[in-house]
Nanobody
Framework: QLQASGGGLVQAGGSLRLSCIAS????????MAWFRQAPGKEREFTAA????????DYADSGEGRFGIFRDNDKSTVSLQIVHLKPEDTAVYYC????????????????WGQGTQVTVSS
């Protein structure tokens, strides 16, 4: 089970750190990722991190503003977003996958419920 938290209403230019805690599985066996879905749009990839944390992948749309981190001892993965923009408004989902690492193309088959991020201008 994946439980995301940390969303909320933030002013443009601010920063936010989302967290996702996993339970019921061996966390360090899974690559982890964040995706987001804006109103009226398809879900899109945001960031991913390999099971050891040695590899990461980021969506180009982040323009260097995203940071993904994991703590295998605490079974958590976080997404840091800085310099927030109104277009970052979306529901953010964490996901897990146990297949081979392939960055954003990894098979993330397990999904948690999302957390809403709203950025005001």
């Amino acid at each position: 089970q994946l439980q995301a938290s940390g969303g909320g209403l933030v002013q443009a230019g601010g920063s936010l750190r989302l967290s996702c805690i996993a339970s019921g599985r061996t966390f360090n066996a899974y690559h982890m990722a964040w995706f987001r879905q804006a109103p009226g749009k398809e879900r899109e990839f945001t960031a991913a991190i390999s099971r050891t944390g040695a590899n990461t992948d980021y969506a180009d749309s982040g323009e260097g503003r995203f940071g993904i981190f994991r703590d295998n001892d605490k079974s958590t993965v976080s997404l840091q977003i800085v310099h927030l923009k109104p277009e970052d408004t979306a529901v953010y989902y964490c996901a897990a996958g146990s297949s081979s690492w392939n960055g954003r193309h990894t098979d993330f088959g397990f999904w948690g419920q999302g957390t809403q991020v709203t950025v005001s201008s």
